[in-house]
Every structure is written in structure tokens, then in C-alpha cells.
């Protein structure tokens, strides 16, 4: 079975505090996607990474870095957490191709800062 | 930007056939397009994807007519197991050539007994 493992469930954090949160794949899979969750605003792309030590921009990438030093691990950094961050954060991964669009998801990290 | 567009919400009985329309009028020749399904606190799941005319698999089905400017999600006889949220994707090539999954806001689906 394929897997996408995000590394807490829930994280409650402090308003200042860097935060990271990681994401594995055992699919051997080249894109890497995160994505934050908000009532109302469906899923939203942050960053997604097509390639080890590659990044690209989302939608809203203020407030946040990423990094992927290996290709099943791609980790979302928050800098500086602030309380509009709370949100549940989604790690997907996808293999390359032109056509394929099928992603997998990890169970998704709720993060509150308080 | 092959952006879409779904209704917000749609409501159904069991046993019904539901039909889920997005539209993407700005889809690309490469494109595909792609349907989720999102159970609460659970990340999105594919269910199916198509290119044209119709695919089918053991979840659902995906009309998608010749101009390729709207897609439409078939769901037989639903039971109260498919009330969930569906997203339609339409992939977008960045400048590698990758894809980026956007995602819209979906149609939140409720199936009452």
C-alpha cells in the first residue's frame, strides 16, 4: 500500500516559534506538494517541490519555506508561527509525468498556535 | 491558469444518482482532469481522471464532452458513506513541466437516508 506519512496528527504551538513539519513517502514518487486547509477555502497550495532540492511556489508561500534534501522527505517550515497559521496542513505526493495527476495524501497535521 | 468551478454544495437521497458538473473553460491540450473525494479530517482520496468522452471504474463515472470545457462526476445510487467533499482538478504545467495539483474549494455533498 502506498503511503504518505505526516509526523503529528496534532501540534499546538506558540506565536514566534519555528515550527517544521514533516512529510515522508515511500513511493519513490518525484513531486511533493503541501497544502493548508481553512473552513470554506478548500485546499490551498503552499509550496510543491518537482525534484530533490527543488522548490516552486504556490498560492500563498508568505510565511513559509520548505525543503527536500531527499527525495521521500519534504519538510514545511513556518519561520516565525503566528495564529492566522492555524490551520490543517496536507502533505501530498505524486509521480511524474506529464498526464498523471493522481496524488496521495497523508492524514493531515492540525496545527494550532496559540 | 485552468482554474474551476463547482457548485457548493448539492444534497441527495440514498439510492440516488448523483451528477457533480465543474467547469474549466481555460483547460489546456495537455490537461487532464481529475476528481477527489475528501472525508472530514482525512486527506483527499482520487477517485477517477479522464482525458474525453467518458471513463468509468468501480466508484464512478466522468463525462467530459468534446470541447473539454466542463467535466461532469457520476456517482450511482449513493449511500450515506459517499456524503463527503469532491474536488475537480485540472493538472497545470509549471515551467519544468511538472505538475501542480490546485485544488478549488469543492462541492460539499450530503446524502440523507
Known amino acids: 500500500d502506498v503511503k504518505v506519512t505526516q509526523s503529528s496528527r496534532y501540534l499546538v504551538k506558540r506565536t514566534g516559534e519555528k515550527v517544521f513539519l514533516e512529510c515522508v513517502q515511500d513511493?519513490?514518487?518525484?513531486?511533493m506538494f503541501w497544502y493548508r486547509q481553512d473552513p470554506g477555502l478548500g485546499l490551498r497550495l503552499i509550496y510543491f517541490s518537482y525534484d530533490v532540492k527543488m522548490k516552486e511556489k504556490g498560492d500563498i508561500p508568505e510565511g513559509y519555506s520548505v525543503s527536500r534534501e531527499k527525495k521521500e522527505r519534504f519538510s514545511l517550515i513556518l519561520e516565525s508561527a503566528s495564529t492566522n497559521q492555524t490551520s490543517m496542513y496536507l502533505c501530498?505526493?505524486?509521480?511524474?509525468?506529464?498526464?498523471?495527476?493522481?496524488?496521495?495524501f497523508g492524514q493531515g497535521t492540525r496545527l494550532t498556535v496559540v | 491558469l485552468a482554474k474551476t468551478t463547482q457548485p457548493i454544495s448539492m444534497d441527495s437521497y440514498e439510492g440516488q444518482e448523483v451528477n457533480i458538473t465543474c467547469s474549466h473553460n481555460n483547460i489546456a491540450t495537455n490537461d487532464y482532469i481529475t476528481w477527489y473525494q475528501q472525508f472530514p479530517s482525512q486527506g483527499p482520496r482520487f477517485i477517477i481522471q479522464g482525458y474525453k468522452t467518458k471513463v468509468t471504474n468501480e466508484v464512478a463515472s466522468l463525462f467530459i464532452p468534446a470541447d473539454r470545457k466542463s467535466s461532469t462526476l457520476s456517482l450511482p445510487r449513493v449511500s450515506l458513506s459517499d456524503t463527503a467533499v469532491y474536488y475537480c482538478l485540472v493538472g497545470e504545467i509549471s515551467r519544468d513541466s511538472s505538475y501542480k495539483l490546485i485544488f478549488g474549494s469543492g462541492t460539499r455533498l450530503l446524502v440523507r437516508p
Open positions: 501530498a505526493s505524486s509521480s511524474e509525468g506529464a498526464r498523471v495527476t493522481e496524488a496521495f
Open positions: 513511493m519513490d514518487h518525484e513531486n
